[in-house]
């Protein structure tokens, strides 16, 4: 079995709104391995993002512990690379080639030269050699996410954590970056953390899938989907673990439909 | 309404497939637009065309009116303009204005800088801040201006006091409100990295913030010009090297329009230029390039 990388114990979190405390999720453990295409799967407002985001260090669990290789995380670092749902997190003020630089520029992990070189080799790809001296807002949202993946692939982190990614890519160009995604995964075999609302996506992109029950988020379940992907999207087994999945998140209620 | 029920009506109309008609007729379908479409279509043409419009309106209405003392020609204007440039005065005079100018520009914008990134680094330092250019912004920097001659006595010191009052005041707030508005994906994305304050704030907030930056450097520069202005036209009489203001306010006492004007005409070519040239080309490199503002 591979290595276990990121470890989720008993992870409750809580945000505040101005007039209520909300809690995201509670007591929810889970264990991504190396390697593994890890996906959060819930209905909106099961705390899959507020989850990814105490991964990412951007908040702190009230109770429990969030470890990666052993260390406890306690603030964002680049270690960690995250992928958001919304175009803006690219810098406009800075070309293709720039923005995935910039990451290993600050960081100093790699040395210019061999940054640079890193940043040509990323950004070629996810194809995109033609725009790497275009400015981000020429670009279409599919291209920007290709980017943000770029950037954040360049700099080799232990875990690349993406939110939604492709919520906001028509349905076309989000089938085909669910296929870029497997195909760079097959090239590098990086360690992927992904949340998505979609049962389809869940199966299509993940290797392991954690099912979420909504108000507050807690473990339902955690699927292997590691068989399935694009080549047996038509096949029964696929169309099984579809309706294993809506009957988790739904329950009896909707068991007639999913039947 | 009326509902379709039989399937038979939506097979009554047949299927078809055709090649694209000729679209031939139309010509090139990118042609380049014609060299007098072209110079019309430049901004800068068009301006000179308003300029041109305002200055014959002037000149016809000063030549009807026929008075020099209260509204001269403007080939009067320009001869005198021309006249004071060459034997150096307002040359002279506009320098010594622009030097406190830039003095003053300066000191705001380097407080400016200061208070904001304090601001920026608690919500108190912004609560703070927000309250100070609430109570300052809209009091006019020249009312300040005897206070800050009790102070710092008569001359510069006095008339950088007032421009660093109207500069510093527009140019915070409006960089508080740009840091403010940096999307909050873009300030994770940059803590993601591991930036932390002072890097923060010059790799991520100040870009990602220029376009209001910008506008609050455009704002702050008009209100210090004039301030300024209007400070030398009350004050500038003391002052041992007078400037455009003083330029303005000896003509007056010699009922010398047409040096009136000539010192109005400056101000306004002064203004024009850092508008229209300076901070045009910032805006080009900067905001427009990337696609931050239209």
Redesign the interface.
């Known amino acids: 079995m591979t290595p276990v990388l990121l470890e989720a114990n008993g992870v409750t979190l809580q945000y505040k709104t101005p007039r209520h405390l909300v809690t995201a999720t509670y007591k929810v453990d889970f264990s991504v391995h190396q390697g593994d295409r890890y996906v959060i799967l819930g209905p909106s407002g099961c705390g899959k993002s507020t989850l990814l985001k105490a991964v990412g260090g951007f908040m702190q669990p009230v109770e429990g512990s969030i470890r990666i290789r052993g260390h406890e995380i306690k603030e964002p670092g680049p270690d960690r690379m995250m992928v958001f749902q919304e175009f803006e997190q690219l810098m406009p003020w800075k070309t293709v080639f720039e923005n995935v630089l910039f990451p290993m520029k600050v960081t100093r992990k790699f040395v210019p030269s061999e940054a640079r070189e890193r940043a040509k080799a990323v950004i070629e790809k996810v194809k995109l050699s033609n725009f790497q001296d275009v400015f981000p807002h020429m670009l279409s949202g599919g291209m920007k996410m290709r980017v943000a993946i770029a950037r954040a692939m360049a700099l080799e982190p232990d875990i690349l954590l993406m939110d939604e990614p492709f919520a906001a890519l028509d349905a076309l160009t989000r089938r085909s970056m669910q296929q870029e995604l497997l195909a760079l995964w097959d090239q590098l075999r990086f360690t992927v953390m992904f949340v998505t609302h979609s049962i389809e996506e869940a199966i299509l992109v993940g290797s392991r899938i954690l099912v979420l029950s909504p108000h507050p988020g807690r473990v339902r379940a955690e699927l292997d989907a590691s068989a399935l992907d694009f080549s047996n999207a038509d096949r029964p087994e696929f169309g099984a673990m579809s309706k294993r999945i809506h009957a988790l998140l739904f329950g009896d209620e909707h068991k007639d439909t999913a039947a | 309404m009326t509902v379709l029920h039989d399937m038979d009506s939506a097979q009554q109309r047949p299927e078809f497939e055709q090649q694209p008609s000729d679209a031939s007729a139309i010509g090139d379908v990118e042609r380049p637009l014609s060299l007098v479409e072209r110079v019309f279509n430049n901004e800068g043409v068009q301006r000179l065309t308003i300029l041109l419009v305002l200055i014959a309106a002037w000149e016809l209405y000063a030549r009807w009116l026929n008075n020099s003392l209260l509204f001269p020609t403007f080939t009067e204007t320009v001869g005198t303009f021309w006249h004071d440039i060459r034997n150096g005065v307002l040359i002279d005079r506009t320098v010594t204005s622009l030097r406190t100018l830039a003095i003053g520009y300066a000191f705001g914008l380097a407080l400016a800088a200061l208070f904001t990134t304090f601001a920026v680094a608690s919500e108190t330092g912004t609560r703070i801040l927000s309250t100070l250019t609430a109570m300052f912004n809209p009091l006019p920097a020249i009312a300040l201006l005897p206070l800050a001659l009790i102070w710092f006595g008569l001359g510069t010191p006095s008339l950088v006091f007032v421009i660093i009052h109207s500069v510093l005041w527009a140019v915070a707030l409006n960089t508080l409100i740009g840091f403010r508005s940096v ?1 909050e ?2 300030r ?2 940059g ?5 932390k304050g002072a ?1 923060y704030v010059g ?2 907030l100040i ?2 913030a ?1 376009p209001s930056i910008l506008a609050g450097m455009k704002i702050g520069w008009a209100f210090a010009w004039r301030t300024l202005v209007a400070a030398e036209l009350v004050f500038g009489v003391s002052s041992r090297s007078g400037g455009i203001g003083w330029y303005i306010f000896e003509a007056r006492n010699d009922l010398d329009t047409a040096t009136v004007f000539s010192g109005l005409l400056t101000v306004i070519l002064i203004g024009l230029f850092v508008e229209s040239v300076i901070f045009r080309a910032i805006e080009a490199r ?1 905001v427009n ?4 503002q239209r």
């Open positions: 999307p994906t873009l994770m994305s803590r993601n990295v591991g930036l890097r790799l991520i870009p990602a220029f900067t390039l990337w696609g931050m």
